[in-house]
C-alpha cells in the first residue's frame, strides 16, 4: 500500500526565507524545488493538500540587514518579501500561500502559542547572565555575536548556531565573543527571559524521533540524534530586542519573541490567512483530529541549517501546546555549492534568482532541470555553469527534446498531423513498451513518495531514451513505404509515450509539460498521474515546436567571467573592519601569558570535522596536543616541522572528544585566510616569546 494513501489531507511547508536579500540557487536547491517537485505530484494524484510559506520578517538578521543599509526594518521586509514572492511566482514555486510575519493574525497565534504554554507552567522564568554592548547600550541578539565555536573551532559562528558544523549553541558557548555592532568584546550583564524546558521534553523527543529511523534521511536522522546524545538544555524563547511580537506579558515589556518560536508558527499563521480567503476550515490542516486518522501529513522542506529548529525545538512547542500535529517527514538537503566555492551572500557569490530571470527568459524549466539532477539530497552537491551546458544541451536537447520534436514532424509529414486509426483511439500495442512504461511509473512513484526526486526525474527521462531507442528500432521513415501499417503503429505508439512522458513532467517542467500538450491538442486539465491517455479517430494535433534552445559557449563564458568579476570587485572593495583596541591590561596582565616556540612533530585531520588539525607539538618544555581550526589552509603533511607560537600556559579544553592543550599563534589575512605567527630565524623549541 502506498504511504500516501495513510493520509487525507497534506500540510507541506517551506522553510520561511529571511527578508533581508534575495533568493539564489542554493535556496531553490534546498527547501523549495523538492517541495514544489512533491506537491505538484500530490495534486496529481488528486490528494488534499496546501502548500504553505511566507516571508520570515522577525529577527536579528532584519536589523543587521537595516543598519547595513542604513535604513529602516519596515523597508527592508517590505522591499525583500516583495522581491522574493515575485521571483517565486515568476520561477513557478506553486504555494497556495506566499504569507508574511509582519501580518497580525500572525502576531495574535504567536502570542496565543505563547500565552498558551505560560498558563500551563512550561516555560522556566529565570534570570541569566546575557551578552551587553556597552557602546551601543543593547543587549545583543543572537545573531549580533559571533566567536569561535567550541564543537569545530569555525571562527565566524553566530550565537545560536554554528553555519560550518550545525551544531546549535547558545551564546555564551562562543569561544572569544565579539559584538557585531562595536566589534568589540561584550560583557554580561542579568535579564530575565522565559526557557523553554527542552531538557524536560528529552525522553519524549527521544521516543518519538527513534521510530523515524529509517523513514527520516540519514542525515536528518543522525544529526537529530547527535543533539539528543548531547543532551539538550533549556533555551530562551524570548529576547531583548526592539524589532520583532512582543512578550504578551506586562512584566516583559520591550522584549520579543525569539525568532525560532514565532517564525514556524508562520506556517500555521499562513493556512489561517488561506483557510479565510479560500473558504477552509485551516484546522483540518493543523489540529489534531478525534479519529487519528483524519489527521493531516505535515512535511517540512528545509536545508540542513533547519533541522535542529523544525525537528527538536518546534515539535517540542507543538507536543507542549498539545492540540497540534507533529511533523511525519522532515526531508532536509544539504548545501549546493558553486563553481568549486561555498555559495556566499556577503561575498555575493552567487547565482541570484532574479538575476536568472532577466537574463534566461523563458528557460525556468531548464534551471529546474539542472537544480533537480543535482539536488544535494543526501550530501553537498556543486552548480556550475558547464554542468548546466551540458545538462541542457545533451540532455533536455538531444534526448527529451529530440524525441518529441522527431515524432511530431514524422506525423505531420507523412499525416498531416491528423490521428487516423480504425480502433477508434491508439493503443499502445508494443507488449514490451507497455511493460517498461509500467516499470517505469511503479520505480517514479516510489522515488517521489521517498523524496528521491533526482532519481524520479531520471526515470522520467529514461521514457524519453526508451522513446528514442524504439522510435531509432522502427524506422517509420523508411518503413512508410514498405509497410505503412507498420509506420503508423510505431509512430502511433511514439505519441502514446510522449502523452505519457508530458504527465510524468508535470511535478518536474510544468512549462515543457504544458508545450507537450500544446503540440498534442491535448487539455492537460484533469489529468491524473498514470491516467490512461486517449487520443481517438481524428485527433488533430498542434504544429511541432522545438522544447529547448542549445545553450551556446558565449553564454556559458559570460556568466563564468559574471562571476569571476563579481569576485574580483569583492576583493578590491572589500574593507576587513579592523576590531577596535581592547580596554589597557597591565604589564602584569601580559606576562601572565607564557608563548613558547615550538614545532610540530605531527599533524592529522581530526574525524568528522572539516577545519580541525591534531598536532603534536615539542614547546621545548614537553611533547602536547593541540586541535586546532586550520584544516582549510594546511595539509596535515605539509606543516610537519614548522615552527610556530604556541600560548602554553592557556586552560585545558576538550573539542571533539580531544584535549587541547594551548593555542596556535595565528594571523588572519582579509579574505580570512590564516597564517602561522612564526619566528622568522629557527629558534630552540621553548623559546619565550616576549
Not at 271 to 294: H, M, R, V
Request: proline residues 4%; aromatic residues 10%.
Amino acid at each position: 500500500m502506498s504511504q500516501l494513501n495513510k493520509f487525507k489531507r497534506y500540510t507541506v511547508t517551506s522553510a520561511l526565507p529571511y527578508a533581508n536579500g534575495p533568493l539564489h540557487i542554493g535556496h531553490l536547491a534546498g527547501a523549495y524545488l523538492p517541495a514544489d517537485i512533491f506537491v505538484r505530484y500530490l495534486r496529481l494524484k488528486k490528494k488534499d493538500v496546501v502548500y504553505i510559506c511566507g516571508s520570515d520578517e522577525h529577527g536579528a538578521a532584519i536589523t543587521i540587514k537595516a543598519k547595513k543599509e542604513g535604513t529602516t526594518p519596515q523597508a527592508i521586509i517590505d522591499k525583500y518579501h516583495n522581491q522574493i514572492k515575485d521571483s517565486f511566482e515568476e520561477f513557478g514555486i506553486a504555494f497556495d500561500i506566499y504569507h508574511r510575519t509582519s501580518s497580525p493574525i500572525h502576531h495574535d497565534l504567536s502570542q496565543e502559542f505563547f500565552l498558551n504554554l505560560y498558563e500551563k507552567d512550561e516555560f522556566i522564568e529565570k534570570y541569566s547572565e546575557q551578552y551587553f554592548d556597552e557602546d551601543y547600550g543593547q543587549f545583543l541578539a543572537d545573531r549580533y555575536i559571533t566567536g569561535t565555536c567550541p564543537n569545530c573551532g569555525y571562527e565566524h559562528a553566530y550565537g545560536d548556531q554554528c553555519e560550518n558544523c550545525g551544531t546549535s549553541l547558545n551564546p555564551t558557548d562562543l569561544i572569544n565573543p565579539i559584538s557585531t555592532l562595536s566589534g568589540k568584546a561584550p560583557i554580561l550583564r542579568p535579564t530575565k527571559h522565559w526557557y523553554l524546558p527542552l531538557d524536560k521534553y528529552q525522553p519524549w523527543l527521544e521516543s518519538w524521533i527513534d521510530k523515524k529511523e529509517g523513514e527520516w534521511k540519514v542525515n536528518v536522522f543522525g544529526q537529530c540524534r547527535s543533539w539528543l546524545k548531547s543532551g539538550l538544555q533549556p533555551r530562551s524563547m524570548t529576547r531583548d530586542l526592539d524589532w520583532g511580537i512582543d512578550v504578551p506579558l506586562d512584566e516583559a515589556k520591550g522584549k520579543k519573541l525569539y525568532v525560532w518560536m514565532d517564525a514556524p508558527i508562520g506556517y500555521i499563521s499562513a493556512t489561517k490567512q488561506w483557510a479565510i480567503d479560500k473558504g477552509k476550515d485551516w484546522k483540518a490542516y493543523w489540529k489534531k483530529q478525534e479519529n487519528e486518522e483524519d489527521n493531516s501529513c505535515l512535511i517540512h522542506f528545509i536545508g540542513k541549517d533547519n533541522i535542529v529548529f523544525h525537528c527538536i525545538i518546534f515539535p517540542s512547542i507543538l507536543h507542549a501546546h498539545g492540540e497540534y500535529i507533529l511533523p511525519q517527514n522532515v526531508p532536509a538537503n544539504e548545501f549546493l555549492n558553486l563553481e568549486g566555492e561555498k555559495l556566499s551572500t556577503s561575498r555575493n557569490h552567487a547565482v541570484w534568482l532574479h538575476e536568472y530571470l532577466e537574463e534566461f527568459p523563458g528557460k525556468q524549466d531548464e534551471l529546474r532541470y539542472v537544480l533537480t539532477s543535482i539536488l544535494p539530497e543526501t550530501s553537498d552537491s556543486e552548480f556550475t555553469w558547464k554542468d548546466y551546458q551540458a545538462r541542457v544541451n545533451n540532455e533536455l536537447v538531444a534526448i527529451l527534446g529530440n524525441y518529441v520534436n522527431r515524432v511530431m514532424i514524422l506525423m505531420h509529414k507523412f499525416y498531416d498531423g491528423k490521428v487516423e486509426t480504425e480502433s477508434g483511439e491508439i493503443k499502445l500495442t508494443d507488449n514490451l513498451l507497455n511493460a517498461q512504461l509500467v516499470e517505469f511509473y511503479a520505480e517514479l512513484d516510489q522515488n517521489l513518495e521517498n523524496y528521491k526526486f533526482r532519481q524520479a526525474l531520471q526515470n522520467v527521462m529514461d521514457i524519453a531514451r526508451l522513446g528514442n531507442k524504439y522510435l531509432t528500432e522502427k524506422e517509420p521513415w523508411k518503413t512508410i513505404k514498405t509497410n505503412p501499417d507498420d509506420a503508423k503503429e510505431a509512430l502511433h505508439s511514439c505519441l502514446f509515450l510522449i502523452a505519457n512522458l508530458a504527465t510524468c513532467l508535470q511535478p518536474f517542467l510544468p512549462g515543457t509539460a504544458s508545450k507537450i500538450f500544446g503540440m498534442l491538442n491535448y487539455n492537460l486539465a484533469g489529468v491524473s498521474f498514470g491516467d490512461a491517455i486517449k487520443f481517438e479517430n481524428g485527433h488533430q494535433l498542434n504544429p511541432a515546436a522545438l522544447l529547448f534552445e542549445k545553450v551556446e559557449d558565449e553564454v556559458i563564458e559570460k556568466q563564468v567571467q559574471k562571476l569571476l568579476d563579481k569576485k574580483q570587485a569583492a576583493a578590491v572593495t572589500k574593507q576587513t573592519p579592523i576590531a577596535a583596541a581592547k580596554e589597557n591590561i597591565s604589564f602584569e596582565s601580559f606576562a601572565a601569558m607564557d608563548i613558547r616556540t615550538g614545532t610540530i612533530l605531527a599533524a592529522e585531520k581530526v574525524a568528522k570535522t572539516k577545519k580541525l588539525l591534531k598536532l603534536t607539538i615539542d614547546t621545548g618544555i614537553d611533547e602536547r596536543t593541540v586541535v586546532s581550526g586550520i584544516a582549510e589552509y594546511y595539509e596535515p603533511e605539509a606543516i610537519i616541522g614548522k615552527q610556530v607560537s604556541i600560548l602554553v600556559n592557556l586552560e585545558p579544553r576538550e573539542i571533539k572528544g580531544i584535549l587541547s592543550q594551548g593555542m596556535i599563534l595565528m594571523a588572519e589575512d582579509s579574505d580570512g585566510k590564516l597564517c602561522f605567527v612564526s619566528p622568522v630565524d629557527a629558534l630552540h623549541n621553548g623559546s619565550v616569546v616576549r
